[in-house]
């Protein structure tokens, strides 16, 4: 089909038109802190290595910029105590802390550069988390002290930078739950020998599913048994810290029929003790074999992932016919996510 001359200007105009539209600013050009709601934004970080989280740094338009723009960016402990405030009020013991000075470094200093080839930069943040109390959640505010050129968001000019702590158990990230099956039955003990707190009494089976939190390299916090709480005091009177040792015991593998087939697995020796000490904290001791007398071994499976856990646990209080009271569990745990 020919085209007039009236037709054909038409059309070479509109794609001039276009040319200029694609290669002129269409939006004003913002720099901002990459956040989810409220702010936030937060990074995993490894026990027994200082690890690198970054904080980005984005430069909004629709067209690149045509020279480097140097962004200033500055630590600001006053929007975490805002934080605080506006989202605990009065509930103090619920208030995050700001990630200690000792704890952290920017090896890049606090400038970060926006380039015409990439209009998105990260901000570098190294973190020992070792220096940390891991019952604790932990913030490092950050806002843009100035920028080269061009304007800062207002809304997006700060982020609450949140530690996130890991090790190969468990992550604060996200919620860690292991599924687990096992027994427990009440014992009393004179100090030397062990029997049922109820003369006849065979383990209970039972499951639950458990929170799993790291608090070292190669510690995790859990509770006993089926204890199941969110409250801050249950938590600190009756956490249990397993330990996985490197320690290597080599386990029996049993048969279909339940007896020993010769066979054994190297696994990791795990140690059971109380979180806390003090007169209202649980209290932990070796578990038995109720046939044979033998102590049993807590460990942990590399291959598989997998707690296995024996041992005693009881609260100060807790006694039967005058005597200390424990209750004696077997478990295993397997991560669900």
């Known amino acids: 089909m020919l085209l007039t001359a ?29 956040s989810n709601d409220y702010n936030i934004f937060g990074q995993e970080y490894a026990f027994g290595e200082n690890s690198v989280g970054y904080i980005s740094v984005y430069m909004s338009g629709s067209t690149p910029v045509d020279h480097d723009v140097t962004v200033t960016l500055r630590p600001a402990a006053e929007l975490l105590r805002e934080y605080n405030q506006r989202t605990y009020g009065t509930s103090y013991a619920d208030y995050a802390e700001i990630l200690p000075e000792n704890a952290y470094t920017t090896p890049e200093g606090w400038t970060v550069t926006i380039t015409p080839d990439n209009p998105y930069t990260k901000f570098p943040v190294v973190v020992g988390i070792d220096r940390l109390n891991p019952t604790k959640t932990y913030f ?45 039955i009440n014992m009393t003990s004179d100090g030397t020998t062990w029997t049922t707190a109820v003369d006849g009494d065979e383990p209970q089976v039972f499951n639950a599913t458990k929170l799993m939190t790291p608090i070292s390299e190669k510690a995790v916090r859990i509770l006993p048994g089926a204890t199941q709480s969110s409250s ?49 904290c649980v209290l932990t001791t070796a578990a038995h074999d109720l046939a044979t007398g033998t102590e049993l071994v807590s460990f942990f499976n590399p291959a598989d992932g997998t707690f296995t856990l024996n041992y005693c646990y009881r609260l100060p209080t807790e006694t039967a016919n005058g005597q200390p009271l424990w209750h004696m569990v077997h478990e295993q745990m397997v991560r669900l996510n």
């Open 6 to 34: 009236g037709a054909a200007w038409l059309l070479a105009l509109t794609a001039c038109s276009e040319r200029e539209f694609y290669n002129d600013e269409q939006y004003r050009k913002e720099c901002y802190l990459v």
């Open 140 to 184: 490092l505010p950050v806002e843009i002290a100035s920028v080269s050129d061009y304007q800062y968001s207002a809304q997006k000019s700060y982020v609450l930078f949140r530690i996130f702590m890991k090790n190969d158990y468990a992550t604060t990230q996200d919620v860690t739950y292991y599924q687990m099956y096992g027994t427990t």
């Open 232 to 280: 801050d005091d249950v938590i600190s009177q009756q956490g249990l810290r397993l330990t996985v040792t490197d320690d290597i015991w080599q386990q029996p593998i049993l048969g279909d029929d339940g007896l020993p087939t010769g066979k054994t697995i190297p696994v990791n020796v795990v140690t059971v003790e109380p979180m806390n000490e003090g007169s209202s």
